[in-house]
């Protein structure tokens, strides 16, 4: 992607809040979503060309398949093309990216992407199964790893290498949990202290419970247009890459290369540095994930992205306000609706509709999606002018 | 036997704990395996491939060396 063709504007966002929901099942939950963003775009559904959807493991949650046309066909927009991505954690992230490029690429003028994941009708023990599908399964995952202790071999390396600590990664619990206290779709509007976080029972060592994101039910859904609507955020740029699916095969596992490509990709085409994003929603599925995010979009030098979280830097009245939303660590990680879900939160922001939340600084905003222990990511950087 | 470093490790506090590791091995490459036996490995340990009886077929176990 060198050039856009032309520009795409998000004309409407909807999700429904994050959680736990006994009576909702996965269509449900997404035809909320769709119908919300079809009331904030002030369109039918008669106006939607293509359908994408994001999700993980529905098949595996609810024992549904073919996603796409099951909730678009209750949606009203049956017989337009619609398709699922998976791509793990990141799948509406990537559903997203598509359907960027589609439309700003003149095939279409009006698309919907949607997010959705449906988890906790499933006991933990599966849910841990079924996320781990998301690792090797021939090496890394038979050998008993389950994604918190890949992300906390991550994290044992980046203490190793750049001195970051246990408080550092639980400041970064204790700022989301701080945030989605504030937010009145979060899962968990906990607020939590250090020493709470620190004393949690440990996951996967130095992982500790706060340090670890949430499993939910949710969806969110956004709808991309080629025509720009007054006060409609623009898509100022977005990349997605790849990278080894196993943490072992991997040159090196406390940077994640996809997302320093996909950021490369995003701030090239939006023409911006680092510097110059006012406010982020980075993939905290655990709170070294953000750390990292941190430093490979570049917001902080390598290796120091525990010591601005734990100065405040990355408090809503730091120098870049992280997951303002509360993240996934307390919004809560439906996987399949998080990189959706994300753009939501930029557009609440852009708009100056946060609420408590609101930013002083709301004009720029990135979004950062993961998939597994990084092997694929979405960078997306959105704006209002 | 294949002989190595500990590259990182954690404990998993699922049931039973256990440690699982990435080693860099001697002969180059990394690979994800189990700690042998109780001792606590940590990243720069040199370690050394070993039988496991009980362990999970095609998976190694390491010990300190």
């Given at each position: 992607?060198?050039?856009?063709?032309?520009?795409?504007?998000?004309?409407?966002?909807?999700?429904?809040?994050?959680?736990?929901?006994?009576?909702?099942?996965?269509?449900?939950?997404?035809?909320?979503?769709?119908?919300?963003?079809?009331?904030?775009?002030?369109?039918?559904p008669?106006?939607?060309?293509?359908?994408?959807?994001?999700?993980?493991?529905?098949?595996?949650?609810?024992?549904?398949?073919?996603?796409?046309?099951?909730?678009?066909?209750?949606?009203?927009?049956?017989?337009?093309?619609?398709?699922r991505?998976?791509?793990?954690?990141?799948?509406?992230?990537?559903?997203?990216?598509?359907?960027?490029?589609?439309?700003?690429?003149?095939?279409?003028?009006?698309?919907?992407?949607?997010?959705?994941?449906?988890?906790?009708?499933?006991?933990t023990?599966?849910?841990?199964?079924?996320?781990?599908?998301?690792?090797d399964?021939?090496?890394?995952?038979?050998?008993?790893?389950?994604?918190?202790?890949?992300?906390a071999?991550?994290?044992?390396?980046?203490?190793h290498?750049?001195?970051?600590?246990r408080?550092?990664?639980?400041?970064?619990?204790?700022?989301?949990?701080?945030?989605?206290?504030l937010?009145?779709?979060?899962?968990?509007?906990?607020?939590?202290?250090?020493?709470?976080?620190?004393?949690?029972?440990?996951?996967?060592?130095?992982?500790?419970?706060?340090?670890?994101?949430?499993?939910?039910d949710?969806?969110?859904?956004?709808?991309?247009?080629?025509?720009?609507?007054?006060?409609?955020?623009?898509?100022?740029?977005?990349?997605?890459?790849?990278?080894?699916?196993?943490?072992?095969?991997?040159?090196?596992?406390?940077t994640?290369?996809?997302?320093?490509?996909?950021?490369?990709?995003?701030?090239?085409?939006?023409?911006?540095?680092?510097?110059?994003?006012?406010?982020?929603?980075?993939?905290?599925?655990?709170?070294?994930?953000?750390?990292?995010?941190?430093?490979?979009?570049?917001?902080?030098?390598?290796?120091?992205?525990?010591?601005?979280?734990?100065?405040?830097?990355?408090?809503?009245?730091?120098?870049?306000?992280?997951?303002?939303?509360?993240?996934?660590?307390?919004?809560?990680?439906?996987?399949?609706?998080?990189?959706?879900g994300?753009?939501c939160?930029?557009?609440?922001?852009?708009?100056?509709?946060?609420?408590?939340?609101?930013?002083?600084?709301?004009?720029?905003?990135?979004?950062?999606?993961?998939g597994?222990?990084?092997?694929?990511?979405?960078?997306?950087?959105?704006?209002?002018? | 036997?294949?002989?190595?470093?500990?590259y990182?490790?954690?404990?998993v506090?699922?049931?039973?704990?256990?440690?699982?590791?990435?080693?860099?091995?001697?002969?180059?490459?990394?690979?994800?395996?189990?700690?042998?036996?109780?001792?606590?490995?940590?990243?720069?340990?040199?370690?050394?491939?070993t039988?496991?009886?009980?362990?999970?077929?095609?998976?190694?176990?390491?010990?300190?060396?």
């Open positions: 992607m060198k050039r856009l063709l032309r520009p795409v504007a998000i004309a409407g966002a909807g999700k429904t809040p994050f959680g736990t929901f006994p009576d909702r099942d996965l269509r449900s939950l997404a035809v909320a979503a769709g119908h919300k963003a079809f009331a904030d775009a002030s369109l039918e008669d106006a939607i060309e293509a359908f994408y959807l994001g999700n993980f493991a529905g098949p595996q949650f609810t024992s549904q398949n073919h996603l796409a046309p099951y909730i678009s066909e209750e949606l009203g927009m049956a017989g337009i093309p619609s398709t991505f998976e791509a793990a954690c990141a799948s509406s992230g990537a559903a997203f990216y598509q359907a960027f490029l589609n439309v700003a690429s003149g095939i279409y003028d009006t698309v919907m992407v949607l997010g959705v994941e449906k988890m906790t009708s499933q006991p023990a599966r849910v841990t199964e079924i996320l781990a599908g998301a690792g399964s021939t090496t890394e995952v038979r050998a008993g790893s389950t994604f918190p202790s890949l992300f071999m991550i994290a044992r390396r980046h203490m290498d750049f001195g970051t600590t408080e550092h990664l639980a400041a970064v619990a204790v700022k989301n949990h701080a945030n989605g206290a937010n009145p779709d979060a899962q968990m509007r906990k607020v939590i202290t250090l020493e709470q976080a620190l004393n949690a029972r440990p996951i996967a060592e130095p992982l500790h419970l706060y340090d670890c994101s949430l499993i939910s949710g969806a969110a859904a956004v709808i991309l247009s080629a025509r720009k609507t007054a006060n409609a955020p623009t898509i100022l740029g977005a990349g997605q890459a790849s990278d080894f699916v196993a943490l072992d095969r991997k040159p090196e596992i406390t994640f290369p996809a997302l320093r490509a996909a950021a490369q990709a995003a701030y090239a085409m939006a023409g911006l540095a680092p510097s110059q994003i006012e406010f982020a929603e980075l993939h905290d599925c655990f709170t070294i994930a953000e750390i990292v995010a941190m430093e490979d979009l570049g917001f902080v030098e390598r290796g120091r992205g525990g010591f601005l979280s734990f100065e405040g830097g990355t408090a809503r009245d730091g120098r870049i306000p992280i997951n303002s939303s509360g993240g996934l660590k307390s919004k809560g990680h439906p996987v399949g609706a998080t990189g959706v994300q753009i939160d930029l557009v609440q922001q852009l708009r100056g509709q946060a609420g408590a939340r609101q930013l002083k600084r709301h004009s720029i905003g990135l979004a950062q999606n993961l597994g222990s990084g092997a694929t990511c979405v960078v997306t950087i959105l704006g209002l002018n | 036997m294949r002989t190595g470093a500990v990182t490790e954690t404990i506090h699922m049931g039973e704990p256990y440690q699982i590791l990435i080693v860099s091995l001697d002969e180059g490459g990394r690979v994800t395996g189990r700690a042998s036996g109780d001792t606590r490995l940590v990243i720069d340990d040199k370690v050394i491939e039988d496991s009886e009980n362990g999970i077929p095609g998976i190694p176990y390491f010990r300190k060396l």
